[in-house]
């Protein structure tokens, strides 16, 4: 199927959605511990407060994804763990966890993938301004030197942010997402700015302290699929990809959140769009959010289909009825995991890694002790054949993590969907191993060459 040789095989998660331990080690209070206590705001005010308990279970943890013969592991670090107050200030007892847990993995061969940020902003920025103040540009960067530092000597893999759209589009336009403060247009496209300049100078304090490193960017898409092969369709559906437009959730766009860190400048659609709430952009903000990287990665889970109408636009195809979908409710659509790859690799020029891609089911223990989620499998069956498609026609894909390794805590929606491979019982912490976990061990096993068969 195209997966080569050094191709890694690997499962995401992130701080807030399977630590737990959130008052302990001196750890910061953060905008998601605040936002899970304010009413209305999180499915039955479920909190992370213990969420995996994987805060004292990680060497379980560990084990259990080395017995499933994962090869990298994807996780964020808590940023009020390791700086309580954001700056200033270090825990030493946070340092020391993620050591620990570092260790560990090195202990089973499984490479360590390092997220700085994955939304759990510490408080103390935000009532400081969080991302609306130009400082946090520094913030972030004194963040990332002291991770730099602390476990740049054996994690060798960064990605900056995780999903920008969604701290900020979520967070700041729709208010589903912590903090859940509404803000103008202008604001907002000011906080973006200030992430992308964030990550810029994130990516200069990691290189100039781990010369070694390989860093990315984690963002994230709904790839669009053309409806047909001809040549016009494609093109309709990479415009329609890279186009920015005017949506109530206008944080979805693949160009504004790539362009300025690809190319060192926003897109002219874009900035014409928005024209009138633009912020002060100054040429040299540009050059610092554009940085080498190594890799691009991107989050996909769905995707839509166009076609062209035949004037150089395109129109949405319609979704059959009964289309399939998955437990919470997304489309299923694995050709998203060959255009958006193709698309990306095409414009981007960098190798891609897909940071995350998994699927929400209504799992439940059967009676025979197991968890048997065909549904899960088959979805995860489906976008890898596309993925591998996608190498075969020439797109240079280096990884791929699965979200995720543990059923967590799915942000809004507190522990009512599960998307692990491995099942989670909030109540005792006892942990299943799915059919979709061997399903995947197997496949790791055979780097992805059983992918062709289809049972
Ligand atoms: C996020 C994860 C989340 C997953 C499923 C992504 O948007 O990065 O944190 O759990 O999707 O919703």
Request: negative net charge; charged residues 25%.
């Amino acid at each position: 199927m195209g997966f080569s040789e050094n191709f890694l095989w690997g499962t995401a998660t992130a701080s807030y959605q399977i630590e737990g331990g959130a008052f302990e080690g001196g750890r910061g209070y953060t905008v998601w511990d605040d936002f899970c206590r304010t009413p209305g705001k999180v499915f039955s005010m479920h909190n992370g407060d213990v969420a995996c308990d994987h805060y004292h279970r990680y060497k379980e943890d560990v084990k259990m994804m080395a017995d499933m013969g994962i090869q990298a592991y994807r996780f964020s670090i808590a940023w009020s763990r390791i700086l309580p107050e954001g700056k200033g200030e270090v825990s030493q007892s946070g340092i020391d966890f993620y050591n620990a847990l570092i260790d560990e993995l090195l202990k089973y061969n499984i490479k360590p993938c390092l997220t700085l940020f994955h939304w759990d902003l510490p408080f103390a920025l935000h009532r400081l301004g969080g991302w609306q103040n130009p400082e946090i540009v520094d913030w972030f960067a004194e963040y990332a030197a002291v991770a730099a530092k602390a476990f740049g000597d054996r994690v060798k893999f960064f990605m900056t942010f995780n999903e920008p759209q969604c701290f900020v589009g979520l967070g700041h336009v729709t208010g589903e997402h912590a903090p859940g403060n509404l803000m103008s247009r202008r604001s907002v496209l000011e906080m973006a700015h200030h992430v992308m300049m964030a990550h810029g100078k994130a990516v200069q304090a990691i290189r100039s302290l781990v010369p070694d490193a390989q860093i990315g960017y984690a963002p994230t898409s709904n790839p669009v699929i053309p409806a047909t092969d001809s040549p016009e369709d494609i093109e309709a559906a990479r415009k329609a990809y890279f186009a920015v437009e005017d949506k109530p959730d206008y944080m979805w766009s693949v160009s504004w959140w790539s362009d300025p860190v690809m190319f060192g400048r926003y897109p002219e659609d874009g900035l014409k769009l928005f024209e009138k709430d633009l912020p002060d952009f100054k040429p040299e903000d540009l050059k610092l959010m554009h940085q080498p990287l190594d890799f691009y990665g991107q989050n996909i889970y769905n995707g839509y289909k166009v076609k062209s109408d035949h004037k150089g636009g395109w129109e949405t195809v319609q979704r059959p009825v009964g289309y399939p979908r998955t437990g919470n409710g997304w489309p299923v659509v694995p050709e998203s995991l060959y255009w958006g790859p193709r698309f990306l690799y095409e414009r981007y020029q960098k190798p891609i890694v897909i940071t995350e891609n998994g699927c929400c089911c209504a799992d439940v223990v059967s009676l025979d002790g197991k968890v048997h989620d065909p549904n899960r499998i088959d979805f995860y069956h489906r976008y890898l054949r596309e993925l591998g498609r996608a190498i075969e026609d020439g797109v240079k894909v280096d990884a791929y993590f699965a979200w995720s390794v543990v059923d967590n805590f799915e942000w809004a929606k507190g522990y009512s969907d599960r998307f692990g491979m491995v099942y989670v019982d909030f109540e005792t912490q006892e942990r299943i191993l799915k059919d979709s976990a061997y399903w995947y061990s197997e496949v790791i096993k055979n780097n992805g060459a059983n992918l062709a068969d289809i049972h």
